[in-house]
């Protein structure tokens, strides 16, 4: 595609449910990252992936969170038993290379409740 | 630890002024350096790359120069727009994942 699309744009959930945010990287990409941007702040790195394997998952906080991408193209970021703690912006970013330049989706604003 | 700062967090200035906004890191074995351009509610708009044999890039009326031995980049943009409000974030690129590390943004509003 001509940018990188996430889906959906805003998610609204119940505390304790399961969601998954879906990100399609431009096409040709290999490198695929997924950060997290709180009100105020600048994002932050949570996955990493160089094809199909996450490479780098320093940056998930715990265990309730897991990504995939298992064809090395759309990959989805999935949050279980979700806490008013995860309300954020989750932004995807694609390069052609790991230090290519990066471009970002419009991001998927979540907000548990 | 790579951290990235930006200072000030906010600036305003009024149309038609040139103005400077500052980066600084803390390690200097960066692959590269990008600015980004965020408006509010959406996602970040690439706007230049610096490599990091590059000593500056330039795209318009925007310059961003790199001197990474002393951990410093500058993004000038020439005669301001209102156009040119948003908040403007500073990253570079570290590891062998080349994963980004962001400062929190400038925050600018240009002044009709």
């Known amino acids: 595609g001509a940018g990188v699309s996430q889906t959906p744009s805003n998610k609204v959930t119940e505390k304790g449910k399961y969601v998954e945010l879906r990100c399609d990287p431009i096409?040709?990409?290999?490198?695929l990252y997924w950060y997290r941007q709180s009100l105020g702040q600048g994002p932050e790195f949570l996955i990493y992936f160089q094809g199909t394997g996450a490479a780098d998952d320093s940056g998930l906080p715990n265990d309730r969170f897991f990504a995939v991408r298992p064809e090395g193209s759309v990959s989805t970021l999935k949050i279980q038993r979700t806490e008013r703690g995860d309300s954020a912006v989750y932004l995807c970013?694609?390069?052609?290379?790991?230090?290519?330049?990066?471009?970002f989706g419009q991001g998927t604003r979540l907000t548990v409740v | 630890k790579q951290e990235v700062t930006q200072i000030p967090a906010a600036l305003s200035v009024p149309e038609g002024e040139n103005l400077v906004l500052n980066c600084s890191f803390t390690d200097s074995a960066i692959y590269n350096l990008q600015w980004f351009r965020q408006d509010p509610g959406k996602g970040l708009t690439s706007l230049l790359l610096i490599q990091s044999s590059q000593r500056e890039q330039t795209s318009g009326r925007l310059n961003a120069s790199l001197d990474k031995s002393s951990g410093r980049s500058t993004l000038y943009i020439a005669a301001s727009q209102p156009g040119d409000s948003a908040t403007y974030l500073c990253?570079?690129?570290?590891?062998?994942?080349?994963?980004?590390?962001f400062g929190k943004g400038i925050t600018l509003s240009v002044r009709p």
């Open positions: 096409s040709g990409h290999t490198a």
């Open positions: 990253a570079v690129s570290t590891g062998a994942n080349s994963k980004l590390t």
């Open positions: 970013a694609s390069s052609l290379k790991y230090d290519s330049e990066a471009f």
